[in-house]
């Protein structure tokens, strides 16, 4: 069984990352003790909108230093940059030729940033659900963790590897979703009807796994939730309160019910100065851990490592898709 998933470098990684996707592959990893798991920095996918190079590359390498700062095991996992396998470029234009205008139109992420972006709106933003599914089809993935707005992705990949089975005869696996069953989607502090975004203008609204602590526990207290007195799961009535039980749940590993009958008499202030407390918990031994990792040139070795590792991968891949389709003399 293969896993591959991967993580866009356009900004810090939030706690909805964490407990979303990263905290899920690391339960993964310790679950699947047979399982290859290939984890990328998805960087080609970060210039769909424009971002300052050395930004990037700060992303780029504090994404891959909190990856296992959060528990990824660089022997268990291989961990790589997306741009160093030319590969996944490779399969994008194949994948761009198996795709349907229609299903690009049809995605619900681009038409929400076309809203938003009037002008200067790039073609991979378009096109990048093609690149997408080139990263998962090259590496024959069984199961790929998604969040609730990669489904629609997921989707259109398993309907790009079985067009192009059935036009050129079997060679990609068609990969199965896996979602949590909690915190699948981290709500905003400020908005809880809203996912929590780094890109929000709000920096209450969202908690960065590398904020400081004491702004973290600030952040929950303040956090948006209601005036009814109960601690209630409800998203509906009650997003705010429905949020932080996620984020309480998800991070001790417990049910909803669970946390919802242990606060049950719990005041509102009491219930948020819990919760920051198991947020503050989780994050202080992950920038412990990291703080040590981003000065260590260890970092740059697992990384050349994993990029060797997927290259020969996608190497053989491309080589056996090019073959199918009638490219190679």
Known sequence: ???????????????????????????????????????????????????????????????????????????????FVQSEIPEHNQLAYVMESTVYMGELERMTQFKDKRQKQEEGLRGSLFTYPALMAADILLYDADIVPVGEDQKQHLELTRDLAMRFNNTYGETFVVPKG?????????????????????????????????????????????????????????????????????????????????????????????????VAEHVVDALKPIQEKYNVLIKDPKLDDILNQGRDKAKHFAYKKIQKVYKKIGFLR
């Open 1 to 79: 069984m293969r896993l591959v998933s991967g993580i866009k470098p356009t900004g810090g990684l939030t706690l909805g990352n964490y407990i979303g996707a990263i905290k899920q592959f690391v339960q993964l990893q310790d679950e699947l003790k047979d399982a290859e798991m290939f984890i990328f920095i998805a960087d080609l996918h970060a210039i769909t909108t424009p971002i300052d190079k050395q930004t990037l590359k700060k992303n780029i390498k504090e994404i891959a230093a909190l990856y296992i700062a959060c528990g990824l095991d660089p022997e268990r996992v291989t961990l």
């Open 178 to 274: 896996y979602q949590p069953k909690t915190g699948a989607k981290i709500k905003s502090l400020s908005d809880p009807t809203k996912k929590m975004d780094k890109s929000s203008d709000n920096q209450k609204s969202y908690i960065l796994l590398l904020d400081d602590l004491a702004q973290v526990k600030n952040k929950i207290k303040s956090a948006v939730t209601d005036s009814d007195a109960s601690i209630v799961f409800d998203v509906e009535k009650k997003p705010g309160i429905s949020n932080l039980l996620t984020i309480d749940a998800a991070l001790l590993s417990t049910s909803i019910e669970e946390r919802v009958n242990f606060y049950q008499n719990y005041a509102y202030q009491d219930f948020k100065s819990s």
